[in-house]
């Protein structure tokens, strides 16, 4: 059974960093690109960015209005994706979600979802 | 950057009722749109993929269609269980882009 895990949300002030982890199993992690998305309270879904499989250049993508503050890595060797948040805001306050695709099939989007972990930024 | 327009943002609907939820898209993505069922404070479930494939286990009264910048997701024979939110997305480019969603009451 395919299994994505959240963790790291945290209550944290302004400004400050949070690193957000995604565990996978189930699935053979390192042909999977991953993404993340989040949720803001009482909003819709938002895509945020992806990282791509080492085998397609292992590069990130991401949204304008994160750009320059969230990075995204992984560890294959532990089958873990990671979301690094800088300079946190109160409009960062979310739920983040993590989800993939195989890298091969493109049409295969967003099969598995983890239950989400909370950030809420606040002072 | 590609808007996905979705409508209605809202809707109220009757056990055993047909209903349509649109997704218009800015420009051509061909079929790559997938449609997601989301429970209060739960995560989004895939229920369609390339615009019309049944994601395993959904059942077959969801269904989907369209090409290029129009799509819709149709459910028949309404059930008390499908009340909740739905979101189309787009990922034929990059940044993928999530419709702004429909609440449906049952």
């Known amino acids: 059974e395919v299994q994505l895990l959240e963790s790291g949300g945290d209550l944290v002030q302004p400004g400050r960093s949070l690193r957000l982890s995604c565990a996978a199993s189930?699935?053979?992690?390192?042909?999977?690109?991953m993404s993340w998305v989040r949720q803001a309270p009482g909003r819709g879904l938002e895509w945020v960015g992806l990282i791509r499989t080492k085998g397609h250049g292992g590069s990130a993508d991401y949204a304008a209005s994160v750009k320059g503050r969230f990075t995204i890595s992984r560890d294959d060797s532990k089958s873990v994706a990671f979301l690094e948040v800088i300079s946190l805001t109160p409009e960062d306050t979310a739920v983040y979600f993590c989800s993939g695709r195989p890298a091969a099939i493109h049409y295969d989007i967003f099969a598995v979802w983890g239950r989400g972990t909370r950030v809420t930024v606040s002072p | 950057d590609i808007q996905m327009t979705q409508s209605p943002s809202a809707m109220s609907a009757s056990v055993g009722d047909t209903i349509n939820i649109t997704c218009r898209a800015s420009?051509?993505?061909?079929?790559?749109l997938a449609w997601f069922q989301q429970k209060p404070g739960k995560a989004p479930k895939r229920l369609i993929y390339?615009?019309?494939a049944l994601h395993p286990g959904v059942p077959s009264r969801f269904s989907g269609r369209g090409f290029g910048t129009e799509f819709t997701l149709t459910i028949t024979s309404l059930q008390a269980e499908d009340l909740g939110l739905y979101y189309c997305l787009q990922h034929n480019q990059l940044p993928y882009s999530f419709g702004q969603g429909t609440k449906l009451e049952i």
């Open positions: 390339t615009a019309s």
């Open positions: 189930g699935i053979t992690f390192e042909d999977y690109e």
């Open positions: 420009q051509g993505i061909y079929n790559y």
